[in-house]
């Protein structure tokens, strides 16, 4: 299944270092979603694109920037990252909620070490 | 504020065994979905089920087969006959159906291990 892919899908990266992580759906959606999944902990919602618009910021620190740039692909810029942020980055599409129920389909994730 | 509770962290069971994954949740909402995923050590999460809270018919699709209780809130899935791909960590998850952005709200997952 290659609907939703991600890329690199390892990244190793020092604490002053910049990075950006990729996702690009196949699946002619147009929501995209970035989670953070850390050991123990559930899955943490990050960003919610719709439309390319930005419509959801759980409180998610400065050091993590995300970009839409259209409806296939997402990017998640990286700077001066701690190492508790050291995690699985998972990415998701699904169609606009607005137009009724919506399953959200995931990529594979990046697994990011900050050292 | 909705709640997903996954009571069990970690089954083991041997091949050809049925197992039950136990998801439990909390929602004020009269309308919700109710999703499980799969986690298999490759980390993408794959999509299994979806239920609508308007429909509590039981679902099986091949060995896996889905329990929805209302009066319960609770949102089980067993897995018949277990085989070692079934080896994954899985998730339920609860999504409201209104609201300014679609939000699924996932419980800490099970992590099944089927030995041979």
């Known amino acids: 299944e290659t609907g939703v892919t991600q890329t690199p899908r390892h990244l190793v990266m020092g604490m002053t270092n910049k990075k950006s992580l990729k996702c690009e759906q196949h699946l002619g959606h147009n929501a995209m979603y970035w989670y953070k999944q850390s050991a123990k902990k559930p899955l943490e919602l990050m960003f919610v694109y719709s439309l390319e618009e930005r419509v959801e910021n759980n409180s998610v620190p400065s050091r993590f920037s995300p970009e839409c740039p259209n409806s296939s692909h997402l990017f998640l810029h990286l700077h001066t990252l701690q190492p508790e942020d050291s995690a699985l980055y998972l990415c998701?599409?699904?169609?606009?909620?607005?137009?009724?129920?919506?399953?959200?389909?995931f990529g594979p994730g990046t697994r990011l070490l900050v050292l | 504020a909705q709640k997903v509770t996954q009571a069990q962290t970690e089954i083991s069971v041997v091949e050809k065994e049925d197992v039950t994954l136990d998801c439990v949740y909390e929602t004020r909402d009269t309308t919700y979905y109710l999703f499980w995923y799969k986690q298999p050590p490759s980390g993408e999460l794959v999509f299994l089920i979806r239920?609508?809270?308007?429909?509590?018919q039981n679902e099986i699709s091949g060995r896996y087969s889905w329990n929805f209780q209302k009066s319960t809130s609770s949102f089980n899935f067993t897995i018949t006959a277990s085989q070692v791909v079934d080896s994954a960590v899985y998730f339920c998850?609860?999504?409201?159906?209104?609201?300014?952005?679609?939000?699924?709200?996932f419980g800490k997952g099970t992590k099944l291990t089927v030995n041979p």
């Open positions: 998701a599409s699904s169609q606009d909620w607005r137009g009724g129920p919506v399953t959200q389909y």
């Open positions: 998850a609860l999504s409201e159906a209104q609201g300014g952005s679609e939000k699924l709200v």
């Open positions: 239920r609508n809270s308007f429909d509590e």
